[in-house]
């Protein structure tokens, strides 16, 4: 398989809620008229807390400067794993338990950090530019390494951390961080970008007004129901990630759904911020998904992290809910 080194330099940053108006018309820049920017790689995702974005060095440009604003210290790289070839983006997908232990096991096992971004299309793996060159190396004997470049996909050159490499002693990774389930399910889908403009309105209202009301008639002592939704634009293909409260909220034939119309369980990992300095956290989940072969995206945000699984694959997996 190919491991591809994409050429974005990325911001992770967040927005608080009250500050969301002021940031409003940059991100609906971003998010609908991608025209207007240069911007090739935005992810918005709201959680109960704040609002996550991931966005290259032209989007963060978009943003203005305010104190709901905080972005993390590091920039970021997004690494892609492609199966036979293709591009990041319109290849199989991976998906995250597809790459436990070959790629987030690895990078745990030699203290780097990452950051999980699944989308529709494949999975982002997002790293700390100052930590690529270990990166190369541990995973170089696994993957063909290769780097977009301007566009082009190259070879990608060995940055020379050899000296002192010393394979880790593999250790179980028991899962340290509380877990919880909300009880509203989850569908991962896409769009057209051709009918972006016709639902634009909708979208809008989804991302930045709807303020996380539930339908009528939802039970108001439905307590375990959360707010998120997640929306991405990356190298012109569209993810989609809501709750099924909103999904019929769309027109009919827009969203692209699978035939079984599927929906995902979340699991929100960690009782506290998790911060971007500790490492193995998505191992320490994705791992025993994958030895249990149950299929799961993953989504990193700002505060807490958020796996999506099977509702069947949650109860086979014992305790991964509390």
């Avoid at 190919?2 to 990325?10: A, P």
């Avoid at 699944?118 to 982002?124: G, I, K, L, P, V």
Wanted: contains cysteine; aromatic residues 8%; negative net charge.
């Amino acid at each position: 398989m190919e491991l591809h080194i994409l050429e974005h330099s990325l911001k992770v940053a967040s927005i608080a809620k009250e500050g969301i108006q002021i940031c409003t018309h940059g991100l609906i820049k971003l998010a609908f008229l991608p025209s207007k920017t240069r911007c090739k790689f935005f992810s918005l995702t709201e959680t109960p807390e704040d609002y996550t974005i991931i966005v290259d060095e032209e989007g963060f440009k978009e943003l203005p400067e305010s104190e709901h604003l905080s972005v993390a210290e590091a920039t970021w790289l997004a690494l892609n794993v492609v199966s036979g070839g293709g591009s990041a983006t319109n290849s199989q997908p991976i998906g995250v338990t597809k790459i436990a232990k070959s790629v987030i096991a690895p990078l745990a096992d030699h203290n780097i950090s990452v950051f999980m971004l699944s989308t529709y299309q494949t999975d982002f793996i997002l790293v700390r530019e100052r930590d690529l060159p270990m990166v190369m190396h541990t995973l170089s004997s696994e993957f063909t390494l290769l780097r977009v470049i301007n566009g082009e996909t190259v070879a990608a050159n060995s940055l020379g951390v050899t000296n002192g490499f010393v394979k880790p002693k593999l250790v179980p990774r028991p899962i340290i961080h509380p877990l919880s389930s909300p009880s509203n399910m989850f569908c991962v889908t896409s769009l057209d970008p051709d009918t972006l403009p016709s639902v634009a309105t909708l979208l809008m209202d989804v991302m930045f007004y709807s303020g996380g009301m539930k339908e009528p008639g939802a039970s108001s002592e439905d307590s375990g129901h959360i707010r998120f939704f997640s929306f991405s634009l990356i190298e012109g293909y569209i993810s989609l990630v809501m709750d099924e409260q909103t999904t019929p909220r769309f027109p009919n034939n827009v969203l692209f759904t699978s035939a079984s119309g599927e929906l995902w369980k979340m699991v929100r990992i960690g009782g506290q911020p998790l911060g971007f300095d500790e490492c193995g956290i998505v191992a320490q989940i994705s791992e025993p998904l994958a030895t249990a072969d149950i299929p799961a995206y993953y989504i990193s945000t700002f505060k807490f992290d958020h796996a999506l699984v099977s509702d069947d694959g949650v109860q086979r997996r014992d305790g991964v809910c509390v």
